[in-house]
């Protein structure tokens, strides 16, 4: 069913009847959550819950720092940067894994391996990315993965080909880099190293040179990353919803576009009652065999999250979880 190449928002802390026959006509892969949909602990268990006895999976941004979600339920983490610059990302990861787990998620669309740039991504990402060389951006990244992966949590590396360079922020624009082939090989450096433990990549919307956004373009989500890099998991897209593709047609062409260019999961963040228009459109325009080997890199991946699920150990109760997060706060601001 190609429904379930889409991950998908909804807008509150319930579903609504109208969620309810969306997801019930057009099974999605998963829904990904922000805050806007957590309230409480207990709202976020019943959410999780009735999402998950529905056969999907669970999406959420919980990089710590900038992007904190599950902050106001178990309390603010530290950033990646701050993580990488302790030595603390494997301990980041684990509870971020344990947090994600704890409030019913399967995945956890992190960690950034973007680098970071001065005058760029320092100031668009901010403390999302962890460092300047692409070296201590993947030592930091397979630390914070594996730490993740030891609570039966999944990651996903992005943004690729990589944001460091970038000055604008693709929820509201079309950001470019210029073209220089040494600064692109540091920059797809950390994807190397880190997308075969990840399994997942998420493809950007950075403007090639032919000034197509990545995510809707085979050069760099297929050739680029299955070629060049070797990664052979799932491909997932940033939200379809951003700024940065408002000149690239409306929803489902985008949908249809990212699916072609080689993202296997398409991510459909806020708008779900366009989410139906975008099925369509993939089963018109994307061939048949293109939308079965997405299907089953994701079937692969799903295998990897169960995998992991069996080897983790059952998360903490909610307030040891929290002073354990706090912990790793005071140990950051001691060093």
Do not use: W
């Amino acid at each position: 069913m190609t429904g379930r190449l889409f991950g998908v928002g909804i807008a509150g802390v319930e579903l609504t009847p109208a969620e309810r026959s969306i997801l019930d006509r057009h099974p999605p892969r998963g829904v990904i959550l922000f805050r806007r949909n957590l309230e409480s602990a207990r709202q976020t268990l019943q959410l999780t819950s009735e999402l998950s006895r529905r056969g999907l999976l669970l999406f959420l941004d919980q990089e710590g720092g900038p992007v904190d979600r599950l902050r106001d339920l178990v309390g603010p983490s530290i950033s990646f940067r701050q993580a990488a610059e302790r030595g603390l990302a494997f301990e980041a990861g684990a509870l971020a894994g344990e947090a994600c787990r704890r409030m019913g998620f399967d995945v956890d669309l992190a960690p950034v391996v973007d680098r970071r740039i001065e005058g760029a991504s320092a100031l668009v990402l901010a403390d999302r990315c962890a460092a300047g060389s692409p070296g201590e951006v993947s030592r930091a990244a397979r630390a914070f993965l594996r730490g993740l992966h030891s609570r039966g949590v999944g990651g996903c590396v992005k943004h690729f080909p990589g944001l460091g360079r970038a000055r604008l922020d693709t929820h509201r624009a079309l950001p470019a880099v210029p073209s220089d082939r040494k600064e692109l090989e540091r920059d797809l450096e950390p994807f190397r190293r880190t997308s075969r433990l990840a399994r997942a990549v998420m493809v950007s919307h950075l403007a090639g040179r032919d000034g197509k956004p990545a995510s809707l373009s085979a050069a760099v989500a297929s050739r680029m990353l299955r070629n060049r890099v070797g990664f052979s998991g799932a491909v997932f897209s940033d939200d379809l919803e951003m700024g940065a593709l408002a000149a690239f047609g409306d929803l489902p062409e985008r949908a249809a576009a990212a699916s072609l260019a080689g993202c296997d999961l398409l991510f459909v963040c806020s708008r779900v009652e366009a989410y139906p228009d975008c099925v369509a459109a993939v089963e018109r325009e994307v061939p048949r065999r293109r939308r079965e080997q997405a299907a089953k890199r994701l079937d692969v991946y799903a295998r990897h999250l169960a995998a992991i699920r069996r080897r983790a150990r059952a998360p903490r109760r909610l307030p040891a979880l929290a002073a354990a997060i706090a912990k790793l706060n005071d140990e950051q601001r001691a060093v």
